[in-house]
């Protein structure tokens, strides 16, 4: 057995070496020509040459062959996925959403599942004009959308714009009828420190805000609670929470969005969902040099005032954010008229009473970090709270929640808050340590 396995290995090291036996033989010849002069020593230099190169190409397609391969599936893989990319779904059925979660300080776990999730699109992205007639038919329906929770998502990022944007810039732009345009920057880790804490300015009154702005009632299908409060937020297109003060440098920044359509059903959808995938970016990677470019389109139908709702695109540097988020702007059993903003009509639990135009006391769009849960503003004359001046002062055992779950006992703007009972708001909030000019402990 031993002496026929060397000579197995002998005869396989001589199939692998045969080509460079014959280019030695053909030296050997030619040498031997120099030497003798003879030209019978170049008869066999053909031959010999011809079985070499033979060898040769065996040894080239041998290597070549899997490489060939591998470049026609990458090849076919690549159509496959940009053919799936590139089409257009007109269905309504929901698609698998992230669940968000109302903790105050979220694990490194859960952050980077979210990041992980939105930057996987989905097979199914609508073309612009999909995403008008889908808006239109929800907003026409009084409906929450997909979710149930004010937003969907829509694929990768599709960014335009940017090339003149550096790292920190931003700018804001009318469309071609004077209404809030698209809205873009390229936002740093030191912007969203530098954000948090108080809001970082006063909201603009958006293009076109409505001469009034009643206080309503919606119930959320999602969380069967109900919002009893103003219609309207003046809703910033790049968020405080992501821009900070540069965030109040021009009307352009806000529309006029439902109060659902700024936070959703449950405080986490709606324009805070997308805010919040930045946020939970920053949050898995702090102090990183790398960037997010952010943009925000109102979506208007033909000459309406009021947006039908944005699209954001949210794409970080490093490319582990890439999505493409639709934020719907209405809210559940009411109707409302885009063309004026004035409510239509409701069929929820209805407190419609007419408001006068709105001061800059009265509500204004949300700071952009998580508020809370939803609940049902309290109505008991006991739990009412009073004036006194310019302030709003919670009764005894109530107390006004931001969106930053922080609950204080007196505030300028109680539009902008969740009244509710101290020992409701202890469970996800805590009590501020420290007051400004629109808020005190």
Same mark, same amino acid.
């Given at each position: ?22 280019? %030695? ?19 066999? @230099? ?15 397609? &041998? ?10 599936? /990458? ?9 799936? *990319? ?15 979660s ?8 859960? @952050? ?10 989905? *097979? ?8 008008? +007639? ?6 026409? &329906? ?6 149930? +929770?004010? %937003?969907? #998502? ?47 300015g006063?909201?603009?009154d ?23 409060? %103003? ?65 925000t ?8 005032? =009021? ?6 695109? =949210?794409? $970080? ?6 999505? #493409? @988020? ?11 008229? %885009? ?8 069929? $929820? ?5 007419? &408001?006068?135009?709105p001061s800059? $006391?009265?509500?204004?769009q ?5 508020? /809370? ?14 004036t ?21 006992s007196s ?5 902008? !808050?969740? !009244? ?5 708001? $202890? ?15």
């Amino acid at each position: 057995m031993k002496n026929k396995s060397k000579k197995w290995w002998f005869w396989v090291l001589a199939v692998l070496l045969f080509p460079f036996l014959c280019l %030695y033989g053909i030296y050997r010849l030619v040498i031997n020509y120099r030497t003798t002069g003879r030209k019978v020593w170049l008869v066999g @230099v053909v031959p010999l040459a011809l079985v070499s190169l033979f060898g040769f190409v065996v040894y080239a397609g &041998a290597f070549s062959g899997p490489n060939s391969d591998n470049k026609t599936e /990458t090849a076919i893989s690549s159509y496959s996925s940009s053919s799936s *990319s590139s089409s257009i779904s007109t269905s309504t059925k929901p698609a698998k959403s992230v669940s968000k979660s109302s903790s105050t300080s979220p694990s490194n776990s859960k @952050v980077a599942k979210k990041v992980v999730a939105s930057s996987s699109s989905s *097979s199914s992205v609508a073309s612009t004009t999909d995403i008008l +007639n889908k808006l239109n038919e929800y907003t026409n &329906a009084k409906s929450a959308g997909p979710t149930g +929770n004010y %937003y969907w #998502e829509n694929g990768s990022a599709r960014l335009s714009g940017f090339d003149a944007i550096k790292a920190g810039e931003y700018n804001f732009n009318a469309d071609d009828k004077g209404r809030s345009g698209v809205a873009r920057a390229v936002l740093t880790y030191s912007q969203y420190e530098d954000s948090k804490g108080s809001r970082q300015g006063q909201p603009l009154d958006p293009p076109a805000w409505p001469s009034s702005n009643p206080k309503i009632a919606i119930t959320f299908t999602l969380t069967e609670r109900t919002y009893h409060g %103003y219609l309207y937020n003046r809703s910033h297109s790049i968020a405080d929470s992501l821009l900070g003060e540069g965030s109040y440098t021009s009307k352009y920044n806000f529309t006029t969005g439902t109060r659902s359509q700024n936070v959703g059903a449950n405080q986490n959808g709606g324009m805070r969902y997308a805010e919040e995938l930045a946020e939970d970016f920053w949050k898995a990677n702090p102090n990183t040099s790398a960037t997010i470019s952010y943009q925000t389109t109102p979506v208007y139908n033909a000459n309406e005032t =009021i947006p039908r709702g944005s699209i954001v695109d =949210i794409k $970080s540097s490093d490319n582990t954010l890439n999505t #493409e @988020v639709v934020i719907i702007n209405s809210a559940e059993g009411l109707e409302i008229d %885009y063309a004026s903003g004035t409510p239509i009509s409701s069929t $929820s639990q209805s407190v419609q009473s007419a &408001a006068p135009k709105p001061s800059s $006391s009265e509500p204004i769009q949300q700071q952009a970090p998580a508020v /809370t849960e939803p609940s049902s503003q309290a109505t008991a004359s006991d739990n009412s709270y009073t004036t006194n001046g310019e302030w709003s002062v919670a009764a005894p055992g109530m107390v006004f929640v931001s969106n930053s779950k922080k609950y204080y006992s007196s505030v300028t703007n109680p539009g902008n !808050y969740q !009244y509710i009972s101290q020992a409701e708001a $202890s469970s996800f909030a805590e009590p501020a340590q420290r007051g400004n000019q629109y808020a005190r402990p």
